[in-house]
């Protein structure tokens, strides 16, 4: 197989693709423009990525990763902290932003793996209960810690056993740690959202949105009826949510389900009340006048983990690059950069300390960095068997009328 950092032809697929790509601020931008009645959504304006895959004597690697989840530059079009790495290491990095969804890439991925071929990717960032499967099925390469030692010395303590999934962070190395709680319109709902019925207020209905993400809503409402979603529970517990999330769709109290768009209802006060990414909230807020409050709710909020792994087909002089790569992200310095723009909890030990220099607001913001209170009410969502993730997708699925 022809790897993308290599072929000339597919590194200018690869540039026009990410000519087509647009940052997250652009999104939202564009849906307060709809709202305004201004027409379009304003999607058109698009960023470049930054920087080639090598070529010749020293390839550089592909790395695949989410949407809106890295420093970005609009005015220069490049992710500087990447530039910067480039510019240190010697080899240009592929960053292709086309992960939408953990299923739908794994699919596109998933033959190669089978194979143990070359995917087209270096390293990609799944989410770890995806990356979970990848481990099962013995598809990725396990990481030398000789080449990380600020992934040793930085990694947050909470992260390095990740429940069954990867105890001891073997296989997975946490890119960013995306969280959800419950968020409302501060001057429409004074009252704000303490308790999962509250969600179910007459004056809120047909004003709530609940994310298509089956972990993060599901986990959120198992935690309001009073389970742990990570831990020992199964189909009465989950029946039990189930039950609670298709009573509120047919009611009507429920007047959407929605992934990254549920943004676009906050805006527009479609709705007025959601379970929602920190992160979105975090840069809404800052770009629309604080008009939202989230908080992580006392019966729990969701926190997972979008990690590194290297798949089997990478070239050993590769996994050392991704290794290099992902060393050099392990800095505070660095990662608070990243931290400023996507705006999730980073997993880098020291990021708080050196956001002070780069923006005091958002090093004092707790949906970025969690107080310890706030991380006695963050869950995580037990890792699924096979066939409990087909079972429980499936019927998730069918509640939502998909």
């Not at 629309?288 to 997972?304: C, F, H, K, R």
């Not at 050196?354 to 969502?381: R, V």
């Amino acid at each position: 197989m022809v790897r993308q950092s290599e072929d000339p032809i597919v590194r200018n697929i690869v540039q026009l693709l990410r000519g087509a790509q647009m940052n997250r601020r652009q999104l939202l931008r564009g849906a307060a423009a709809g709202a305004a009645g201004a027409g379009a959504l304003g999607l058109a304006a698009c960023a470049p990525g930054g920087g080639g895959g090598g070529s010749g004597d020293n390839p550089g690697i592909v790395w695949g990763n989410w949407t809106y989840y890295l420093d970005f530059d609009e005015a220069a079009g490049v992710f500087p902290s990447l530039e910067t790495f480039m510019e240190q290491s010697g080899f240009n990095v592929d960053y292709i932003e086309d992960i939408d969804d953990n299923n739908t890439f794994y699919g596109k991925i998933k033959d190669q793996l089978k194979l143990g071929q070359f995917t087209g990717y270096d390293t990609v960032t799944f989410t770890d209960w995806m990356n979970g499967r990848l481990i099962q099925d013995e598809q990725v390469q396990e990481f030398d810690y000789a080449n990380l030692p600020n992934v040793k010395a930085n990694l947050v303590d909470a992260q390095w056993d990740a429940l069954d999934v990867d105890p001891g962070r073997k296989f997975t190395v946490p890119w960013q740690l995306p969280a959800s709680g419950w968020v409302w319109n501060t001057k429409e709902v004074p009252q704000g959202i303490k308790t999962l019925d509250d969600f179910l207020r007459p004056e809120l209905k047909g004003k709530v949105v609940v994310l298509s993400e089956m972990r993060d809503t599901m986990g959120m409402v198992m935690a309001g009826l009073g389970t742990d979603p990570a831990g020992d529970w199964g189909d009465a517990e989950f029946d039990a949510a189930l039950a609670w999330l298709d009573d509120a769709l047919k009611s009507g109290q429920i007047g959407n389900v929605k992934g990254n768009s549920y943004t676009q209802d906050l805006i527009t006060g479609d709705a007025l009340a959601a379970m929602a990414w920190t992160g979105d909230v975090v840069m809404l807020n800052a770009e629309n006048d604080n008009q939202w409050t989230l908080e992580i709710p006392e019966s729990g909020g969701m926190v997972a983990a979008d990690s590194f792994t290297v798949p089997n087909g990478t070239s050993a002089e590769s996994k050392k690059k991704v290794e290099e790569l992902i060393n050099y992200y392990y800095d505070p310095e660095v990662m608070a950069e990243v931290a400023d723009y996507v705006t999730f909890i980073p997993p880098v030990k020291g990021t708080q300390e050196a956001m002070q220099k780069i923006n005091p607001e958002n090093a004092d913001n707790p949906l970025i960095f969690p107080s310890e209170e706030d991380w006695k009410h963050l869950h995580n969502f037990r890792t699924l068997s096979p066939e409990e993730d087909k079972k429980y997708s499936t019927e998730f699925q069918n509640v939502l009328g998909l």
